[in-house]
């Protein structure tokens, strides 16, 4: 379930922060009670509303999708905001005047589905995102280019070095990014360094692959 709660009251301690939420309008104890509930989520909202930014990269996005979908861009909007919905438990929202941190999320969502979906940009996703590491994250889990969102592999930024086998050594605290054969070629050509600054992305510590 999904509630909006206000915080009436907070505590800082060495190990955490204690939080005292309420709920309006609602009685939730029987569920809480009967289904054992111990943990939630907590979706702090700092107030912001919206920027032009986002906006812009929003509806970019969106229209995109429904070139390649076929629907209508007002029609496309409605189904990814019930698309984000459904993944992230939040509200119904507007984009005109929704938070900056739900306009992030939401951006994350209809960038993933672009990933998943094999949906062509007009523009570099990574000019698109409100949330860089979240993208290159999404990109790493779904073997796409970060740059271009085509099928990649895994290129090591952190290199592993010579000798060691890549089958067997855990790699999860170096660093790496998902790139097509191209743009994996490019990067050995140019160097990282350059590389990173021309598309303005950057390698992340991702799981063990």
């Known amino acids: ?29 029987e569920a809480i009670i009967q289904k054992r509930i111990r943990t939630c989520n ?68 209809i960038l993933d589905y672009s990933l998943e979906n094999g949906i062509q940009l007009l523009d570099f996703a990574v000019n698109r995102t409100d949330d860089t590491s979240h993208y290159l994250y999404a990109c790493l889990k779904l073997r796409k280019c970060a740059i271009c969102g085509r099928e990649g592999e895994i290129h090591h930024v952190d290199t592993i070095g010579m000798g060691n086998d890549r089958r067997k050594i855990n790699d999860s605290d170096y660093r790496k990014i998902c790139l097509c054969r191209q743009h994996h070629t490019e990067a050995h050509g140019i160097g990282m360094t350059e590389f990173e600054s021309r598309y303005k992305v950057y390698g992340i510590r991702f799981g063990g692959d």
């Open 42 to 109: 907590v979706w702090l909202e700092d107030g912001r509303h919206i920027s032009a930014e986002q906006r812009k990269k929003a509806y970019a996005t969106i229209n995109d999708i429904a070139s390649h979908t076929g629907e209508l861009p007002e029609v496309m909007k409605e189904w990814l905001k019930f698309l984000h919905i459904y993944r992230t438990g939040c509200k119904y929202f507007s984009l005109s005047d929704c938070s900056m941190d739900t306009a992030r999320a939401f951006i994350n969502t």
């Open 1 to 29: 379930m999904f509630e909006l709660a206000r915080i009436t009251g907070y505590r800082p301690e060495p190990a955490g922060t204690y939080l005292q939420l309420f709920i309006p309008g609602k009685n939730l104890m």
